[in-house]
């Protein structure tokens, strides 16, 4: 079968993912709302194309937090790739470095950092981090990844308690015992995600700010209010994103938000989108409302799923040719 658009991928990986795996990427919260609102809303925002401009030469290149990437797609951080291929995360680094991308490395991966950054040297690789109860493992988390080399520390904000994804309650959703979340190991049982410390604050910022020198990005934003709290706490980027529509359900379309925290932070820092990417469009639609850069999440499991590194470069390879048909498609 010819791999030619996203959802080919999609449908590759709900045909061979165990029900289990796939019903857990696949998840979204309570009626998925969100989860699909993400995609829908992309659909209902028209281009207005111009005519007759010079598009022989198209250049999708750009830079984030002053690093050039090709292309201005990224992927998102998710947990658990080893359910989706055996060499997991070092397989999704490989696939961003080949792509010349940047990877955000979730804190439930089931390689190691140290995995992560020996598989890809020398790529863009930033670290997501959930804040535990246990702050001395996140705060060891935190040093080894910028000891490793990370670019950047993404801390996911949406997060005080894991929404209610019916499929993973029915299937009684664990991982299987030969995967464990490496970077957590002996700190605690994390599957049950219990100890995500629901205390955390604003002024939690300035606590990773004493810890590390790497700039800090913010995951979960949705509104022009939290925006401004973000600039005002020092964060160097923001990430509009509901967690792919996984925590509130009946949230804002990660599209329709960002236009509102671009507003509101009026170029002071970088603002990045995730959620409902599923076209080159997509993500002119995304530049075009004032993002830096989306980041993918479900596509690029459903890559791995395909043909781990090869697959998810190949996801990343279609993406990038429908961006720059796109960009020059509309003047």
Known sequence: MAMVCLSDFEAYAKKYLPKIAWDYFAAGADDCSTRDENILAYKRIR???????DVSVVDIRTKILGFEISFPV???????HQLAWPDGEKSTARAARAMDTCYIASTYSTCTLEEISAAAPGGLCWFQLYIHRNRTASQQLVRRAEAL??????????????????DDVRNGFRLPPHMKVKNLEGAFEVC???????SVTWNDIYWLRSLTRLPIIIKGILTR????????????GIIVSNHGGRQLDEG??????????VEAVRGRVEVYVDGG????????????????????GRPALWGLAYK????????????????????????
Not at 252 to 261: G, M, R, S
């Open 149 to 166: 080399g990370f670019q950047g520390l993404v801390l996911t904000a949406d997060l005080p308690y894991t929404g209610k994804r019916r």
């Open 47 to 53: 281009f207005r194309p111009r005519m007759l401009r």
């Open 252 to 261: 804002p379309a990660t599209i329709d938000a960002l236009v509102e925290v």
């Open 74 to 80: 990224g992927i998102a951080p998710t947990g658990f």
């Open 192 to 198: 049950k995600m219990s100890l995500l410390d629901p």
């Open 277 to 296: 990417i599923r076209k080159g469009s997509d993500v002119l639609k995304a530049l075009a409302l004032g993002a830096k850069c989306v980041f993918i």
């Open 225 to 236: 209010e939290d925006a401004e709290l973000a600039v005002q706490h020092g964060v160097q």
């Open 308 to 331: 781990g590194e090869e697959g998810l470069q190949d996801v990343l390879r279609i993406l990038q040719d429908e961006f720059r048909l796109s960009m020059a498609l509309a003047g």
